[in-house]
């Protein structure tokens, strides 16, 4: 049954998602106004919150020993502090002309409405399943929450069988093969792309490919799943292609991800190209006045290429929070736009990136040269010195930093905050080969790799001008 609640006279600020973004954002308003001033009540369709999704495939593979250990802040410590957290309740609609949620609980089905003065939607993203033959059934699984965890190793506790397929090779699928790898399965990957890692331009995609065989995982690139074939009793046997099929007792679906804008779509909330919400810079829904937006389920302003881009990481879904809850709360945040830094690893290969690729800079009409250097991760002489491949791109003309990509061994990928600061502050390649970095035989070359890309690109933007 319906029920309406009735508003009191304090405000209300009703958040919608239970993680990264929501959750920060409520503790953030609650530090703000107290509860005699502002009520907080926040709903999570899940069993958790305030969780580490990025953690997941590190629980998975038994690198992280147990759950508990990816929750930042409990349900009751959220509790504690004056939030009023609803647990296993499903938000099903938003009624924006009357400050209105209707939520229902995911185990009585009972339904409510609950009035807010303020809003925020935090409801993170989606795998992408493809609607597939075979696609819903037992086994196949994607990754996104820690339910999705829990019912993974619930799957894998119960099937004998130790052959694993993974859909897909971005950030998850890359690191779902390596936890199943390190469980013992046999793991092939299929990939629709030309090398994994499409976050990456192909060329040092190919070091990631190398890498993923040298672990022993079987890589199926520019091949398009068409079907998943299943056994008599309903479970997922195969995993089926144009040109064959891959045996598998569990699939992972590591595909990607899309913002889950189900709910702001029919109320008639503005959504970009990508399907996700469109804010202002204090994190405030286009248009609304009460109702702030963040996380995985919004586009955020790149500021290498000046387009509104999907970019679903932790990283900006906590800053988010902190903006919001200081708008909520009374206060004044912006949040100024990202440059799409990221890093992973597989193995002992560590993968970064930040900026542009080639085939971005070309869609927004950028003309740029690009680079690839060869170097090491410490002086060459001193004892366990790793190779590192770093790609940089340039804009003609102008020198200006566009984007950096480093695939290596240890000490690699944290380098690539030296680019994603110098293309934050719109520094050129020139500029970067003055910067005063740090130096010692143990952490690097005398010229930092880094740098040798800068001043290498550079030297080329100086022949072409």
Same mark, same amino acid.
């Given at each position: 049954m319906d029920m309406s609640d009735a508003q009191g006279a304090r405000e209300r600020l009703v958040v919608i998602g239970g993680d990264a973004a929501g959750m920060s954002a409520a503790s953030q308003a609650r530090r703000l106004r107290g509860p005699d001033e502002l009520e907080i009540v926040a709903f999570e369709r899940g069993h958790f919150t305030s969780y580490s999704a990025c953690g997941i495939p590190y629980w998975v593979s038994g690198d992280v020993p147990d759950r508990d250990r990816l929750i930042a802040r409990t349900a009751g410590e959220h509790r504690a502090r004056d939030i009023d957290l609803r647990l296993r309740t499903e938000v099903t609609e938003i009624d924006v002309d009357r400050g209105r949620v209707r939520a229902r609980d995911v185990d009585s089905g009972a339904e409510s409405w !609950?009035?807010?003065?303020?809003?925020?939607?935090?409801?993170?993203?989606?795998?992408? +399943?493809?609607?597939?033959? #075979?696609?819903?059934?037992?086994?196949?699984? #994607?990754?996104?929450? /820690?339910?999705? *965890?829990?019912? /993974? /190793?619930? &799957?894998?506790?119960? &099937? +004998?069988? %130790? +052959?694993?397929?993974?859909?897909?090779?971005?950030?998850?699928?890359?690191?779902?093969?390596?936890?199943?790898?390190? %469980? #013992?399965?046999?793991? !092939?990957?299929?990939? %629709?792309?030309?090398e994994p890692m499409a976050t990456l331009d192909p060329d040092m995609g190919r070091l990631v490919h190398r890498a993923m065989e040298g672990m022993g995982i079987t890589m199926v690139n520019e091949a398009e799943v068409t079907k998943l074939l299943t056994g008599d009793d309903g479970h997922v046997r195969a995993v089926a292609t144009e040109r064959a099929e891959y045996p598998a007792d569990v699939v992972v679906l590591g595909i990607g991800v899309r913002p889950e804008t189900s709910l702001a779509r029919a109320a008639g909330l503005p959504l970009g190209?990508?399907?996700?919400?469109? &804010?202002? %810079?204090?994190m405030r829904v286009r248009g609304h006045?009460?109702?702030?937006?963040?996380?995985?389920?919004?586009?955020?302003?790149?500021?290498?290429?000046?387009?509104? +881009?999907?970019?679903?990481? *932790?990283?900006?879904?906590?800053k988010h929070g902190q903006i919001i809850g200081a708008n909520a709360g009374g206060g004044y945040a912006t949040f100024p736009g990202v440059v799409g830094t990221a890093v992973s690893k597989v193995c002992d290969l560590e993968i970064a990136r930040t900026g542009l690729r080639e085939k971005d800079a070309l869609r927004v009409g950028l003309r740029f040269e690009s680079v690839t250097i060869e170097s090491t991760s410490r002086a060459g002489y001193y004892p366990n010195a790793s190779p590192m491949t770093v790609k940089m791109l340039a804009e003609l003309r102008t020198g200006r930093l566009l984007g950096v990509q480093i695939v290596g061994h240890e000490g690699a990928g944290k380098r690539v905050d030296i680019a994603a600061v110098a293309l934050t502050a719109g520094m050129t390649v020139d500029q970067m080969t003055a910067l005063d970095l740090g130096y010692a035989p143990p952490f690097s070359p005398v010229w930092d790799p880094v740098q040798v890309a800068a001043r290498k690109a550079a030297t080329k933007i100086r022949a072409t001008s």
């Amino acid at each position: 049954m319906d029920m309406s609640d009735a508003q009191g006279a304090r405000e209300r600020l009703v958040v919608i998602g239970g993680d990264a973004a929501g959750m920060s954002a409520a503790s953030q308003a609650r530090r703000l106004r107290g509860p005699d001033e502002l009520e907080i009540v926040a709903f999570e369709r899940g069993h958790f919150t305030s969780y580490s999704a990025c953690g997941i495939p590190y629980w998975v593979s038994g690198d992280v020993p147990d759950r508990d250990r990816l929750i930042a802040r409990t349900a009751g410590e959220h509790r504690a502090r004056d939030i009023d957290l609803r647990l296993r309740t499903e938000v099903t609609e938003i009624d924006v002309d009357r400050g209105r949620v209707r939520a229902r609980d995911v185990d009585s089905g009972a339904e409510s409405w !609950t009035s807010y003065d303020k809003l925020v939607i935090a409801t993170g993203a989606r795998p992408v +399943r493809p609607d597939l033959p #075979g696609m819903d059934a037992p086994g196949v699984h #994607g990754v996104q929450t /820690l339910d999705d *965890g829990q019912a /993974l /190793l619930d &799957t894998l506790a119960r &099937t +004998r069988g %130790r +052959r694993a397929v993974v859909v897909g090779a971005g950030y998850i699928g890359v690191e779902m093969a390596e936890a199943m790898i390190k %469980r #013992g399965y046999e793991v !092939t990957v299929v990939n %629709r792309g030309k090398e994994p890692m499409a976050t990456l331009d192909p060329d040092m995609g190919r070091l990631v490919h190398r890498a993923m065989e040298g672990m022993g995982i079987t890589m199926v690139n520019e091949a398009e799943v068409t079907k998943l074939l299943t056994g008599d009793d309903g479970h997922v046997r195969a995993v089926a292609t144009e040109r064959a099929e891959y045996p598998a007792d569990v699939v992972v679906l590591g595909i990607g991800v899309r913002p889950e804008t189900s709910l702001a779509r029919a109320a008639g909330l503005p959504l970009g190209d990508s399907g996700g919400l469109l &804010t202002d %810079r204090s994190m405030r829904v286009r248009g609304h006045e009460s109702i702030w937006a963040g996380g995985d389920c919004v586009e955020v302003l790149d500021l290498v290429s000046g387009q509104q +881009r999907h970019i679903p990481l *932790g990283t900006h879904a906590n800053k988010h929070g902190q903006i919001i809850g200081a708008n909520a709360g009374g206060g004044y945040a912006t949040f100024p736009g990202v440059v799409g830094t990221a890093v992973s690893k597989v193995c002992d290969l560590e993968i970064a990136r930040t900026g542009l690729r080639e085939k971005d800079a070309l869609r927004v009409g950028l003309r740029f040269e690009s680079v690839t250097i060869e170097s090491t991760s410490r002086a060459g002489y001193y004892p366990n010195a790793s190779p590192m491949t770093v790609k940089m791109l340039a804009e003609l003309r102008t020198g200006r930093l566009l984007g950096v990509q480093i695939v290596g061994h240890e000490g690699a990928g944290k380098r690539v905050d030296i680019a994603a600061v110098a293309l934050t502050a719109g520094m050129t390649v020139d500029q970067m080969t003055a910067l005063d970095l740090g130096y010692a035989p143990p952490f690097s070359p005398v010229w930092d790799p880094v740098q040798v890309a800068a001043r290498k690109a550079a030297t080329k933007i100086r022949a072409t001008s």
